[in-house]
């Protein structure tokens, strides 16, 4: 770890995540860079701009999100509403695993409000899964803000103890973000969001633009919004684009329909096809696969994977 650098920009870093801290402060920070990650998400499924770059805001905003949480599973963060982009999900893990997927009933308006885009019944959703069968912890409230980072700001506003702030930018080559989180004192309480450091740090961070978070490395971006703070700049780590599904999971979610349907879906089509709507892989069950699910206790179709 180092000193957050204060000269010109250096080479742009590619999909890493840093740690930081202003120290003295009680504040400290998530800075992020997806770039093949990002690609590997639009490589998958073609979007309009303004669903590409909510997606993408959404994508570096989970992965902030989950490097500040200590757990061993996923977080997930779903918008849905009834507007023309009515989901945008994207999970990240601790391993610095991300995905994520829009869904669109038709083109939302370039100019369009988030109201107009997402619906105005829209609601922000973050889940914590443990991953290991454990409770899953859900949080949710109503979508409100004319950005996705002052929607999440609200989020973290009514759900979090610790005040929590986002920055997002996103466009057709990479998804960038910053997340600055207040830290509790040596008695537990968290940190004011009327404290003096508070309120410094999230009125220097305000003054970042979308060219900047996307445009220049981590060590520059902070020594221009910090210039007169102490900078602690941790070691990045990778983020990578990678899907959790298997044939096993497409089985479980399978088994879990009930054997009524899946016979029904076997008559009607002969066979069940399964497509992962993250990565595009397609699991194909046969009927004598399909058959072996209905069997008590078996949780996995016998023969070799046939995915697609």
Same mark, same amino acid.
């Given at each position: ?181 207040? #830290?509790? @004192?040596? !008695? ?12 410094? =740090? +999230? &009125? *220097? ?27 602690? #700049?941790? @070691?990045? !780590? ?12 497409? =089985? +479980? &979610? *399978? ?54």
């Amino acid at each position: 770890m180092s000193d957050a650098g204060m000269g010109a920009a250096s080479a742009r870093e590619a999909d890493t995540l840093h740690r930081f801290m202003l120290e003295n402060t009680g504040v400290r920070g998530e800075w992020v860079h997806l770039d093949q990650a990002w690609q590997a998400v639009l490589e998958r499924h073609p979007y309009p701009p303004v669903v590409r770059d909510l997606l993408g805001q959404a994508c570096a905003a989970v992965t902030l999100v989950a490097a500040t949480l200590k757990f061993k599973g996923s977080l997930i963060l779903q918008v849905t509403g009834s507007g023309p982009l009515h989901m945008l999900v994207a999970q990240a893990d601790g391993q610095g695993h991300l995905r994520g997927v829009a869904r669109y009933h038709e083109t939302p308006p370039e100019d369009g409000t988030l109201e107009a885009i997402l619906g105005e019944d829209a609601r922000v959703m973050m889940t914590l899964d443990p991953g290991d069968g454990g409770e899953r912890y859900q949080g949710v409230v109503e979508l409100r803000g004319q950005t996705l980072a002052a929607a999440l700001d609200g989020y973290f506003e009514q759900s979090e103890q610790l005040p929590t702030r986002v920055w997002l930018a996103a466009d057709g080559q990479r998804a960038a973000g910053m997340l600055l989180q207040g #830290l509790p @004192d040596d !008695s537990g309480q968290p940190l004011s969001r009327d404290s003096e450091d508070w309120n410094r =740090a +999230t &009125t *220097l961070a305000a003054t970042t633009t979308a060219a900047e978070l996307l445009q220049l490395d981590a060590g520059s971006l902070l020594g221009r919004l910090f210039a007169e703070e102490r900078v602690r #700049l941790f @070691d990045g !780590s990778t983020v990578e684009f990678h899907c959790h599904c298997s044939r096993e999971r497409v =089985a +479980t &979610t *399978l088994q879990s329909l009930g054997v009524d349907e899946i016979r029904s879906i076997l008559a009607e089509q002969g066979r069940i096809e399964v497509t992962c709507e993250f990565c595009n892989a397609q699991y194909v069950f046969d009927a004598v696969d399909a058959e072996a699910l209905c069997r008590p206790g078996n949780a996995q179709p016998p023969g070799p994977d046939t995915s697609q």
